[in-house]
């Protein structure tokens, strides 16, 4: 049973510091990763995406793999308040020839800025 | 226009009633999937369609099914409603990616459906 896993928050930062967000997963043989937030009441969109080992950065967010520990992070400098929301963690598991039969989602992180 | 629309966006029915949520998409992909959220429990796959000729059970499918129309278009139906069926459902969409590259597996969400049995 593939598995993802978040502290369920909430994890309050003040404005301005860097959010931190873990996530753990239990499939060795995951491929594909994913942070996506969600507001309250509304769909999840997509923060970032990574596939290799090693940071990936997109203006504010970074996203950090580790595939051996089987972990990854999503980091957010000079958080502001539009940032409070809950923060998905995604797993997939490649089939062959490849294709997604779906993510594993984790619980979610949820995430305070404080002005 | 969104990309992903589905249909209705709020519905309340009584226990016991047939229902129909609809999915549609303009990207052009391939892979739907139908979720549904529960607070504490996070984002649950119910079904998932490759293509018109290709649809699976996901973790939670019991109670549901589900009919792929065309490659824009997936509903998910629940014959018999009941009252822990309510739930905020999702609609998503991915595209196909042989190589397994940058932006494989990517999904995009439409904006759900709140639904209440009551």
């Known amino acids: 049973q593939k598995e993802v896993e978040q502290n369920s928050g909430p994890l309050s930062v003040p404005e301005g510091a860097i959010a931190s967000l873990n996530c753990t997963y239990s499939?060795?043989?995951?491929?594909?990763f994913f942070w996506y937030r969600q507001y309250s009441g509304k769909s999840p969109e997509l923060i970032m995406s990574?596939?290799?080992?090693g940071d990936k950065e997109d203006g504010r967010f970074t996203a950090q793999l580790n595939k051996a520990s089987q972990y990854v992070s999503l980091l957010i400098r000079d958080s502001q308040p539009s940032d409070s929301a809950t923060y998905l963690c995604a797993v997939n598991i490649g089939r062959s020839g490849g294709g997604a039969d779906g993510l594993t989602f984790g619980k979610g992180t949820h995430l305070i800025i404080q002005p | 226009d969104a990309d992903v629309t589905q249909t209705p966006r709020n519905r309340i029915t009584k226990t016991g009633k047939r229902i129909m949520l609809e999915c549609s998409q303009t990207?052009?992909?391939?892979?739907m999937y139908w979720y549904r959220q529960d607070p504490g429990l996070g984002l649950r796959l119910i079904y998932y369609?490759?293509?018109?000729?290709?649809?699976n059970k996901g973790e939670i499918s019991d109670g549901y099914s589900v009919s792929r129309q065309a490659q824009a278009k997936f509903s998910l139906s629940l014959e018999s409603a009941i009252p822990n069926q309510t739930a905020l459902y999702f609609c998503?969409?991915?595209?196909?990616?042989?190589?397994?590259?940058?932006?494989?597996?990517?999904?995009?969400f439409g904006p759900g459906t709140r639904l209440t049995v009551l």
């Open positions: 998503a969409t991915s595209d196909f990616f042989g190589d397994r590259g940058e932006g494989a597996d990517t999904q995009y």
């Open positions: 369609s490759f293509d018109v000729k290709d649809i």
């Open positions: 499939d060795r043989v995951s491929q594909s």
């Open positions: 990207k052009g992909h391939d892979r």
């Open positions: 990574i596939y290799s080992n």
